[in-house]
């Protein structure tokens, strides 16, 4: 099978996050860029956070942590990321009040 781009759409409102891209067992994905949108009008912080299997409470790095996003504001992140097997990328907000829009493309392949 070729190589699909794809994308995924989630919306953040809380310290404890979503998962933005959930890898697939035996399969990687390239993730292409990653775009946060403020939606409120309060400036949020916010954490990109890459994890292996185990969801947040288990191993895992940060791409980024307690990033600023001004009110109204968008943040592009356009380096690649490889998401493995079962790995995952969060978005966790910076507070409970929270209305992030998350958008990842990524690129899908078989192993």
């Known amino acids: 099978m070729a190589d699909v781009l794809k ?3 989630t919306n953040v409102t809380d310290i404890a996050g979503e998962i933005v891209m959930l890898g697939v067992s035996g399969d990687s994905q390239t993730v292409l860029s990653v775009s946060i949108c403020e939606t409120g009008n309060a400036a ?3 954490s990109l956070v ?6 947040i409470s288990g191993d895992h790095s940060y791409i980024y ?7 109204k504001s968008t943040f592009i992140h356009s380096d690649k990321i490889v998401v493995d097997d079962t790995d995952q990328l969060w978005v966790l907000a910076g507070d409970d009040s929270a209305n992030l829009d998350v958008v990842v493309t990524f690129l899908a392949q078989d192993d």
């Open 7 to 9: 994308v995924q759409k």
């Open 44 to 46: 949020e912080t916010f």
């Open 50 to 55: 890459h994890t292996v299997s185990g969801g």
């Open 65 to 71: 942590l307690d990033q600023l996003l001004p009110a």
